[in-house]
């Protein structure tokens, strides 16, 4: 068989694997088992369309993984109608321009597509969820989930049409957004979940495309939602939000006249020890602090991070180490003069709880006194996640504590509240 020939144009009336999605589908595209609700997360460009379209193709044609028999009834929902004609239906990678062998019939007034088999798909839209009230389904396909106008009474009054063949499956396509359908769904120990990268379907995608986006966003929740399909969210009783984090960043690097490099050592160096948080910040020439660097450490003796902290105070041309003696006592301080005897270091212990003394460093925050020059992912996931019980993620939040050290030593607006003063 030559190069490049379809076993359509050879005319085979039996498909070839050479003419199947498996194999030329990407990481998470194919799995080997497919769950009865299959969550799919996925960046801008990732395949998640492609990926419905296929599943829809499997059922139609009982192809393993996707089904072991002809699925008749199939739903499609997406946000409207609009959309799942020109996006689910006749988009670039959708059912009609993806089929094989057999190109359904669209029949538009009827909104529905028919197959030879008998299979149906008919469309719905999130805008109308008493339309899915009444039909019955094995199977259906839920695009971009997440931008769902009803979305929580469009996915119940789905979950009640489901009701036909063996075992009726769903699969949920969409960029992740932090709404309440998709925390309900992530939190169901049933649903299945996967996530796909926009680069694992780089080859598919214009030249140049991913690498533009990624230098663009490099780091921030953007890249981090659209590109590698994480669900981004805040917490409702954090000190600090993505929003105003986003806020912080700053475009162009005002001049630093003072720069401090903050440790927050951890009290052991195991493998399942907390980091050691290490973070440099420098204050302007207009009074605003700029976060420089989080170089934090993780399972790292005293000998690893605090050359790592000497390091990044000689590299930053930084005025001293501030250090925090509550894990370590004095045994800090003499780590990092065996390092570097005339490193000047001024040590300050916590006296009031995590939350009391990150309260006025969010306000520093909030009043746009704080700056970053570009994302720090690990810094501001700590931020956003950090709680009353002074935890971020349930683990103690080392980055954050080296930023508050940082800030506090350079910002009198933080000198100045006597109440939540922690210096020694």
């Known amino acids: 068989m030559q190069k490049g020939w379809s076993a359509r144009e050879l005319g085979f009336k039996t498909p070839l694997i050479a003419d199947e999605w498996y194999a030329h589908s990407n990481p998470g595209q194919y799995p080997f088992e497919t769950p009865q609700t299959w969550l799919?997360?996925?960046?801008r460009g990732s395949g998640k369309t492609r990926l419905g379209a296929e599943w829809i193709n499997g059922l139609v044609r009982a192809f393993p993984p996707f089904a072991q028999h002809k699925h008749l009834r199939i739903a499609l929902v997406g946000e409207t109608l609009a959309d799942v004609r020109?996006?689910?239906?006749?988009?670039?990678?959708?059912?009609?321009?993806?089929?094989?062998?057999?190109?359904?019939?669209?029949?538009?007034?009827?909104?529905?597509?028919?197959?030879?088999?008998?299979?149906?798909?008919?469309?719905?839209?999130s805008e109308d969820p008493e339309s899915l009230r009444g039909p019955q389904f094995e199977a259906a396909w839920g695009d971009e989930i997440a931008k769902w106008k009803n979305a929580e009474d469009c996915f119940?009054?789905?979950?009640?049409?489901?009701?036909?063949?063996?075992?009726?499956?769903?699969?949920?396509t969409t960029t992740p957004?932090?709404?309440?359908?998709?925390?309900?769904?992530?939190?169901?120990?049933?649903?299945?979940?996967?996530?796909?990268?926009?680069?694992?379907?780089?080859?598919n995608l214009a030249d140049g495309f991913t690498e533009t986006l990624r230098r663009r966003y490099s780091g921030s929740v953007l890249e981090r939602q659209e590109l590698d399909g994480e669900l981004i969210e805040d917490r409702r009783d954090a000190l600090w939000s993505r929003g105003l984090l986003e806020q912080s960043i700053c475009k162009e690097m005002p001049e630093i006249r003072r720069i401090v490099v903050a440790i927050d050592p951890p009290a052991s160096s195991t493998a399942a020890s907390d980091a050691c948080g290490i973070v440099a910040a420098g204050l302007a020439a207009d009074g605003r602090a700029v976060v420089l660097e989080d170089a934090?450490?993780?399972?790292?003796?005293?000998?690893?991070?605090?050359?790592?902290?000497?390091?990044?105070?000689?590299?930053?041309?930084?005025?001293?180490?501030?250090?925090?003696?509550n894990q370590g006592g004095d045994?800090?301080?003499?780590?990092?003069?065996?390092?570097?005897?005339?490193?000047?270091?001024?040590?300050?212990?916590?006296?009031?709880?995590?939350?009391?003394?990150?309260?006025p460093i969010a306000a520093l925050y909030q009043q746009g006194k704080v700056?970053?020059?570009?994302?720090?992912?690990?810094?501001?996931?700590?931020m956003c996640d950090f709680g009353p019980s002074g935890l971020s993620n349930g683990r103690s939040p080392d980055r954050l504590d080296?930023?508050?050290?940082?800030?506090?030593?350079?910002?009198?607006?933080?000198?100045?509240?006597?109440?939540?003063?922690?210096?020694?």
């Not at 925390?183 to 680069?199: F, M, N, P, Q, W």
């Open 156 to 172: 119940d009054m789905l979950q009640f049409g489901l009701r036909l063949g063996q075992q009726p499956r769903q699969l949920l």
């Open 296 to 325: 934090t450490v993780r399972a790292a003796g005293p000998q690893q991070w605090a050359m790592k902290a000497v390091s990044l105070f000689h590299r930053l041309k930084a005025d001293c180490l501030v250090a925090e003696i």
């Open 371 to 382: 700056l970053h020059p570009r994302h720090f992912p690990e810094l501001e996931d700590e």
């Open 331 to 359: 045994m800090v301080t003499a780590v990092i003069r065996t390092v570097d005897a005339d490193v000047p270091v001024n040590t300050v212990r916590a006296k009031r709880a995590k939350w009391l003394r990150a309260e």
């Open 40 to 43: 799919v997360m996925g960046g």
């Open 86 to 125: 020109d996006v689910m239906i006749e988009g670039p990678s959708g059912i009609l321009t993806t089929s094989r062998y057999e190109r359904p019939r669209f029949e538009v007034t009827r909104r529905r597509i028919l197959w030879s088999s008998g299979a149906v798909a008919h469309m719905f839209s």
């Open 177 to 203: 957004r932090p709404v309440p359908l998709m925390k309900r769904l992530i939190a169901d120990a049933s649903v299945g979940v996967t996530r796909l990268r926009t680069e694992h379907n780089v080859r």
């Open 402 to 424: 080296a930023l508050v050290w940082a800030v506090g030593e350079l910002m009198p607006e933080w000198q100045a509240q006597p109440r939540i003063r922690d210096f020694s």
